[in-house]
């Protein structure tokens, strides 16, 4: 999967679901009470994130590591923001450049709006660790937004279905995933005063990717519907089709104390059926070939 295009493709569809602030917000939303997962924010507070990564397909693993040192700052309109300067990346084991004045923007605040990674300036080497990390925030949002999550076992099941697409040339014709989002309160500890949030990433009951072809159909992974597809011309003229069931599980842990974000980790496999086919319309196919792509991330 086009990792870059398949996470601007995601994140550009929450729309209006729970990421309140892509989309304004009216006076009721802005005078909500505050939730568990309120942050609270202080001027010129500072943050540091240590990630890693393993990135696992059929033909390799990759990995990376990355610093991330933010400071929290106020705009022009008076709304908290937290500014991250990243450093220190490596690439399966080797150190990598990263551009010295790009700054990534993140916020919880309730009045800011989300800010997507600015990938052209950022260069490739961070094009992984900003997306992940603005994922987790992503996720943060739906919870703030939903103050039903207060007491662990709290949950809520929030549909969003898609299609995300991140077909985009190079041979691509086709590329969609379709993701709804269950989120729970996993725990709670007042002593700790930490909170514990799971999101799930899961297939819809019924994903809206687009199937040209009847095997796609039929279920990589028993009893769950494929929400997952790609479909690529080859330089030979052959066509490379494959269609998965994918799951994202986030797990995030808060301070109960200003709701800044303490570590958090991410899991996002993908189960593959691929073929190699003779025709655009993938019904002169080769046998199936089944693997899994893995993603594991970790903040602390």
């Not at 009470?33 to 994130?49: D, G, I, K, P, V």
């Not at 052209?120 to 943060?140: C, N, W």
């Not at 809520?156 to 269950?182: C, H, M, Q, R, T």
Request: proline share 6%.
């Amino acid at each position: 999967m086009k990792r870059t295009a398949a996470m601007l493709a995601f994140l550009a569809g929450l729309g209006c679901l729970g990421a309140y602030r892509a989309c304004g917000q009216n006076s009721a939303t802005e005078s909500r009470r505050a939730n568990l997962f309120t942050r609270h924010y202080q001027e010129r507070e500072r943050l540091s994130y240590h990630m890693k990564a393993t990135n696992k397909d059929r033909l390799k693993t990759m990995s990376y590591e990355a610093e991330a040192d933010g400071v929290v700052k106020k705009d022009t309109a008076g709304h908290y923001y937290e500014e991250y300067r990243w450093s220190q990346v490596i690439w399966d084991g080797q150190a990598a450049p990263v551009a010295p004045d790009f700054r990534q923007i993140l916020s919880l605040d309730p009045g800011s709006r989300p800010q997507l990674p600015d990938l052209q300036h950022a260069g490739s080497a961070l094009v992984g660790p900003t997306l992940d990390l603005f994922t987790f925030y992503t996720d943060l949002m739906m919870a703030l937004d939903r103050p039903s999550l207060n007491a662990a076992g709290d949950h809520v099941y929030v549909k969003l279905g898609g299609p995300n697409s991140w077909a985009a040339g190079e041979g691509l014709i086709l590329g969609e995933d379709s993701i709804d989002f269950d989120l729970t309160l996993k725990s709670v500890d007042p002593s700790a005063n930490i909170a514990t949030l799971l999101v799930r990433h899961l297939p819809p009951p019924q994903p809206k990717i687009h199937l040209p072809a009847a095997w796609m159909h039929i279920p990589v992974v028993g009893g769950a519907p494929n929400n997952w597809v790609e479909v690529g011309r080859t330089q030979d003229g052959k066509y490379v089709a494959r269609i998965g069931m994918e799951t994202f599980d986030d797990l995030i842990q808060i301070s109960l104390t200003d709701g800044h974000v303490l570590s958090a980790t991410m899991d996002n496999p993908v189960e593959v059926s691929e073929r190699e086919c003779d025709d655009r319309a993938l019904t002169a196919c080769g046998p199936s070939v089944r693997y899994q792509v893995r993603r594991q991330i970790a903040v602390q």
